[in-house]
């Protein structure tokens, strides 16, 4: 998974070098550089791999187990020889060897409860993931759309500095002749000071944009930054599907949904597997193993021979000693390869095990899975009443913005018409310079105005195409 993370890393990284010094950014690879990077989706990718790991671990449960033993020891003193099982009084080194398996034939189901469980939760880390993904898209959106708003506002108030440039320089001129009062160039330059004013705060908003931006990439902060453009076909529209269809989509794309619901089925097969703690369980055990002992020994005949016994016969009143034959042994003690052959030994047994107390344990898991299946059935409902809530007051925003818009747009439409023929009468000497700023202050409110309604209303319906699944770019 590290590996995985490293490789998109880099390769989004270079996107993003080869598309700086192309001059222009847009609003995928924004996306891409901040999902690489960013430190929170890393968390949750690791904990998908740590709940991978337990999957694994949950199907391995399904093997047979396989041990081996050596032991190595001397024994002084009086003690028992591991041989003959009698007592010696003598130093013993022994050793044993044994190889030992089990494998669990049925246990109330629990390893495949536990195995689906585990494949739930799987299932549920990706879903996060994914949600991580979708609130970093979702803020890098916010923040690029920014840029581009302060971007536009830069222009217009740029604009309006030249503007008032220009009526600047054209009262010097008249003030000069004596044309004109003193008073209306000195008004019309602080006009330009307060336009001027307007333009640097306005920049530095442009700016402090850029450098949120690039903390969401986690990348640094590069003040000649330029972002694409969002391509729009022709003026905005109202959006197309209603709040009822927006959340009945969600409910099936959106991954905290998803997330929340497949916590929910894990959680139910985890009260199966508490369960089967009740239940008897069936194992099957074998076993291999050997011993050897330094006292071992084979007794080797020899020969036999005659001896002389206490007990006699008595033949025609003489007494004549009775003579036994006794066989000569010689003691030869066991190889350790002999005692490895002949000591071998193996042994099967099938093992059922039947619960009968176990000091409440059993009882009290089943519980605490139960009372983690009520919480995740509310978190899961909660879930949903929160996104429900949340598309609705978006679908409400969504209207109110777009009507904003229409309101704006026709609103820069009149006092654009309003300021020309404003400026067209100053110019000529007819109106005074405070009827010429209240016209120009009106058409550059509305316009300012104007271009936030319009990158409102483009967040307004990119955040319902992101409850509906939709690429956002």
């Known amino acids: 998974m590290k590996h995985i993370i490293l490789i998109i890393s880099v390769f989004i990284f270079q996107q993003v070098i080869a598309q700086n010094q192309a001059g222009q950014l847009s609003l995928r690879t924004c996306i891409e550089t901040a999902i690489a990077y960013n430190l929170q989706v890393r968390q949750t990718a690791y904990q998908l791999a740590t709940d991978k790991t337990s999957l694994q671990q949950a199907k391995a449960g399904r093997l047979p187990s396989l041990n081996g033993n050596i032991a190595h020891g001397i024994n002084q003193g009086r003690s028992i020889d591991p041989f003959t099982n009698s007592y010696v009084n003598s130093e013993i080194t022994q050793a044993n060897y044994g190889i030992n398996s089990s494998i669990t034939l049925w246990n109330g189901s629990a390893i495949t409860h536990s195995i689906k469980q585990n494949q739930l939760n799987v ?8 949600q991580e993904k979708d ?7 916010l923040s690029y759309l920014q ?13 309006q500095v030249a503007v008032t440039k220009g009526q600047v ?3 010097i001129i008249l003030n000069n002749s004596g044309a004109i009062a003193p008073a209306t160039l000195y008004d019309m330059q602080g006009q330009l000071g307060g336009d001027q004013l307007s333009l640097l705060t306005i920049r530095n908003s442009l700016e402090t944009a850029k450098i949120t931006l690039a903390q969401l990439m986690n990348q640094p902060y590069a003040p000649d930054m330029e972002l694409e453009p969002l391509e729009t076909k022709g003026a905005p529209v109202l959006y197309d599907a209603g709040a009822d269809q927006v959340f009945k989509t969600a409910t099936q794309q959106l991954a905290m949904i998803k997330a929340a619901e497949l916590r929910q089925q894990g959680a139910q097969k985890a009260v199966l597997t508490a369960r089967a703690l009740l239940l008897p369980t069936l194992s099957l055990n074998g076993g291999l193993g050997t011993n050897y002992s330094s006292v071992a020994s084979r007794q080797l005949l020899l020969g036999t021979s005659d001896v002389a016994t ?26 350790y390869g ?7 030994n193996s042994s099967i047994s099938i093992n059922l095990q039947i619960p009968i107390l176990n000091r409440m344990q059993a009882k009290t898991r089943i519980r605490q899975a139960e009372i983690t299946v009520q919480r995740a059935t509310y978190e899961s409902e909660s879930i949903k009443t929160q996104v429900h809530r949340a598309v609705d007051q978006a679908y409400i925003n969504m209207n109110t913005s777009f009507e904003r818009y229409k309101t704006l747009e026709k609103q820069v439409e009149d006092f654009a018409a309003s300021f020309k023929a404003a400026e067209v009468r100053f110019n000529s000497g007819v109106n005074t310079v405070v009827e010429y700023m209240l016209a120009k202050n009106n058409l550059d409110r509305a316009n300012a ?11 307004r319906i990119k955040l319902l195409d992101f409850y509906q699944g939709k690429a956002l770019w």
């Open 449 to 459: 105005n104007f271009v936030a309604a319009k990158y409102d209303y483009i967040l």
């Open 169 to 171: 320089d054209r009262l």
């Open 310 to 335: 206490p007990q006699y016969v008595t033949v025609n009143n003489n007494k004549i000693s009775v003579f036994a034959p006794q066989s000569n042994f010689s003691s030869q003690k066991i190889s």
């Open 147 to 159: 840029v581009l708003n302060n971007k536009e506002q830069l222009g217009i108030a740029e604009k």
């Open 135 to 141: 609130n970093v898209t979702i803020n890098v959106t």
């Open 123 to 130: 299932q549920a880390s990706e879903m996060s993931w994914q």
């Open 338 to 344: 002999d005692q490895w052959k002949n000591n071998f």
